[in-house]
């Protein structure tokens, strides 16, 4: 089936760690998309990508990184630079032009312990 | 800058009442999107619509219906004969560019309905 895969589902961190949330689509979607969600702040841009090795920074891009070498693959790193990485992270994706949508994976879960 | 604002945190409704949920929008752009998703307690967003700048009309499908009115920078959303699967959080969300940016959220608007 096609669709946005995100794992893992539920990821706990130990200060001063390094973790990388993955997210794959078989979409054939040009765009990726990073958000963050905290509870009553919505959903908040991190990074996208339009195209194979290129990205672009959201609102709230530090502490955070990414990279983009394959159309599928768009994973997202939180680094020990982050001071608050405890939330909820979503995945999208979406194909470039007029009347699209944006697709979501079921998202991460990430607190740090 | 783009916006969008949804005022109402949260509401409660009782089964097969009708609720309106709110959203504002503010952008410069002329050539904008609008969306609604709903999020159930699972996680993942669902699209419900996409509404760009030129369309005005309101559509309806089944028991939910949108009310789009520039003029006031207005895309509103009525569930008719609410029932519990409603309940969730409902996303407006705004994407200018012909739609080519990224989605511009609203803080979500929980909606619960009691049986």
């Known amino acids: 089936d096609g669709g946005i895969t995100q794992s893992p589902k539920y990821l706990f961190r130990k200060e001063g760690q390094n973790v990388t949330l993955s997210c794959e689509q078989n979409?054939?979607?040009?765009?990726m998309y990073w958000y963050r969600q905290d509870p009553g702040q919505g959903l908040r841009l991190i990074y996208y990508?339009?195209?194979?090795?290129?990205?672009q920074k959201g609102d709230i891009a530090e502490g955070y990184s990414v990279s983009r070498e394959k159309k599928e693959s768009f994973p997202l790193t939180v680094t020990s630079a982050q001071k608050n990485p405890t939330a909820f992270y979503l995945c999208?994706?979406?194909?470039?032009?007029?009347?699209?949508?944006?697709?979501f994976g079921q998202g991460t879960r990430l607190t740090v312990v | 800058a783009q916006k969008v604002t949804q005022a109402q945190t949260e509401i409660s409704v009782v089964e097969k009442e009708d609720v309106t949920l709110d959203c504002v929008y503010e952008?410069?752009?002329?050539?904008?999107?609008l969306f609604w998703y709903k999020q159930p307690p699972s996680g993942e967003l669902v699209f419900l619509i996409r509404?760009?700048?030129?369309?005005?009309q309101n559509e309806i499908s089944g028991r939910y219906s949108w009310n789009f009115q520039k003029s006031t920078s207005s895309f509103n959303f009525t569930i008719t004969a609410s029932q519990v699967v409603d309940s969730a959080v409902y996303f407006c969300?705004?994407?200018?560019?012909?739609?080519?940016?990224?989605?511009?959220f609203g803080k979500g608007t929980r909606l619960s309905v009691i049986a």
């Open positions: 999208a994706s979406s194909w470039q032009g007029l009347d699209t949508e944006a697709f």
């Open positions: 979409l054939n979607h040009d765009a």
């Open positions: 990508s339009q195209i194979v090795n290129d990205f």
């Open positions: 952008t410069r752009d002329t050539t904008y999107y």
């Open positions: 509404r760009n700048s030129f369309d005005e």
């Open positions: 969300a705004l994407s200018e560019n012909f739609g080519n940016t990224p989605l511009v």
